[in-house]
């Protein structure tokens, strides 16, 4: 048994939210008590101290849409491509990285993803994967990364016709099998879904595959209207909008997770919202993309329960939290709104998205939810409260901020070091996948 003492304890329960000078205790894999430092210490005279130090103590963070497949792309620039539209992003940027990637970059990728999750703060992913150079066991050589590194995360691939028949039917039975061995393996760390990439490569033959190899079992993780080519190809080809095609073809439900949604219609919106679909934001990819802004502010108007994610732009989810007011605000021409939408979005939504995968509540800090607690350095020199914490978050704390993350009752990092892996030998193999892709890239060895 662990007591994680000395600090503020922002536990995102609304039946007790704060403790000033609080502590949590864990035992084993799940939150046993919250509450006063004296009451806690006093109840549990023999269990573990961790010293908060005074730091922030506050449920790990959960990421709604990431790609740990972009996890080798840091700092890489690729001869000749010099994208001025989105195509051109997917084709001469993340299409080549994918094409490219083998099961050992795969591996790579899940290692250095996992290293900057901890180091932020974040517990728990939702991750939608590519490597079309090797895809047959890509998501199984995921998930043997992601168990050694502590980390939880529901996973899938993503089924694309952009590269062939060939490639199609490997990305639907990648699918098929891990979910096949997730349901069967019923471990509370790793969780599936049925992945699929932006509808204008996917027909709807495809679609019907991937609904009768799902079978009902799990809802579908898919990137819908990030940009426009999904509302000319579904137009064209179809004679109906993105959201109407994945209706008809029976993918929408309250499993299910749409990535960006960033041109829709108000009809769709009520389509999204009447099937009980979950709609990730990613704003940082977004504007980086140049795809626009996506409507949140109408989405929450309509009752629709938009989580927020970072499409693996930063594995920092304070950074996203900051950049959605931003955007919005920009976007809207209003400096007062979108602030109760930005921190529902990463407390809230992106909780009751887990609660449609995970057996233990996530996000919180209460009796029986799951032991995943980070520490944040945030010394404020202003109040900090319960009142104004988001504010303080917002406008103030960083991911970098965290000295301590625990995942599933496991200490996996304190006083900003890795405590349960040799990071050097993970940070030389992420160097020596990168150098490889690099070259593949860029035709240099």
Not at 34 to 60: C, H, L, T, W
Not at 419 to 436: G, N, Q
């Amino acid at each position: 048994m662990k007591i994680i003492g000395n600090g503020r304890v922002l536990t995102r329960d609304a039946s007790s939210p704060w403790f000033p000078d609080g502590a949590v205790v864990v035992d084993g894999n799940e939150i046993k008590d919250v509450g006063s430092m004296s009451s806690m210490k006093e109840a549990y005279p023999d269990a573990e101290f961790i010293d908060a130090r005074g730091g922030v103590i506050m449920p790990g963070f959960i990421n709604a849409h990431t790609h740990i497949y972009s996890g080798l792309a840091r700092g890489l620039s690729i001869k000749g491509n010099n994208p001025r539209n989105f195509y051109e992003v997917l084709d001469g940027t993340w299409w080549a990285i994918d094409r490219r990637l083998t099961l050992a970059g795969t591996r790579a990728s899940a290692y250095a993803t996992a290293l900057e999750c901890i180091r932020n703060g974040v517990t728990t992913i939702f991750d939608h994967h590519a490597s079309f150079c090797e895809i047959p066991g890509s998501l199984f050589a995921i998930k043997d990364v992601l168990k050694e590194m502590g980390v939880r995360a529901c996973l899938c691939y993503e089924v694309s016709e952009r590269d062939g028949e060939e490639k199609t039917e490997q990305s639907l039975k990648e699918n098929e099998e891990f979910i096949t061995w997730a349901i069967k393996e019923d471990d509370d760390m790793i969780k599936a879904m049925f992945g699929g990439h932006a509808l204008f490569t996917i027909s709807d033959r495809t679609f019907q595959k991937m609904v009768e190899m799902n079978g009902g079992r799990t809802g579908f993780h898919i990137h819908v209207a990030e940009g426009m080519n999904d509302v000319y190809d579904s137009m064209e080809k179809y004679g109906c909008l993105p959201v109407e095609r994945l209706m008809y073809n029976g993918l929408l439900g309250e499993k299910t997770l749409l990535g960006h949604c960033i041109h829709l219609s108000p009809g769709e919106m009520d389509i999204i919202k009447e099937t009980g679909t979950m709609v990730v934001n990613n704003p940082e990819s977004n504007m980086g993309n140049a795809v626009g802004c996506a409507p949140v502010l109408k989405m929450f108007e309509k009752g629709i329960k938009v989580g927020m994610g970072t499409d693996a732009y930063t594995h920092d989810m304070l950074e996203s939290l900051k950049v959605f007011l931003i955007i919005q605000r920009h976007n809207a021409g209003l400096p007062s709104v979108a602030w109760g939408e930005d921190v529902t979005m990463l407390f809230e939504n992106n909780r009751k998205s887990c609660e449609k995968y995970f057996r233990k509540p996530l996000g919180i800090l209460r009796k029986g939810a799951a032991a995943d607690v980070v520490v944040m350095d945030y010394p404020a020199f202003t109040p900090f409260s319960n009142e104004n914490a988001d504010g303080h978050m917002i406008f103030g704390m960083e991911g970098h901020d965290c000295t301590m993350t625990m995942i599933d009752g496991k200490v996996l990092y304190k006083d900003r070091e890795f405590t349960l892996i040799d990071r050097k030998e993970k940070d030389a193999f992420i160097m020596e996948e990168s150098i490889k892709l690099w070259g593949d890239l860029n035709r240099d060895r």
